[in-house]
């Protein structure tokens, strides 16, 4: 794939042939370019779940300890994975903790293919709030 920047630009655009074998990489790429001039750093999967399990629990805190921060990505996986039928929103804790039924099973994939799903299904989150 041949990735250049734009002439005459500050900012990097990528220029690729659109197949389906890059069009996530791309689309991935567009989203961290968007979160960098939002948040200043790029951010890897782990960072982008974090921010949607931030957005879905709706209590921002300063600060979040580290099980509480393995609780949001596991929100922001509930919640992503519901747009195709796997979880369903069950109800809210007494601490404001969504909480979620599985559905059905998740198919067998590889570590790189898991990551991908999760990935389109983030940008499919972001594409639906306007982001």
Known sequence: MKITAAIGTSQPFIFAAM???NDLFVRWMNLEQKLVERFGKKP????VLFLIGIQEFGQVREKYTKEQKQDLI??????LLSQSGYFEFEKYDDEGWPHFKQLKAMPAMSLKEQEDF???HALLYFEQSGF
């Open 44 to 47: 890897d999967l782990e960072a």
């Open 118 to 120: 999760i990935k389109d």
């Open 19 to 21: 197949d389906a074998g």
């Open 74 to 79: 596991h929100v922001a996986v509930c919640s």
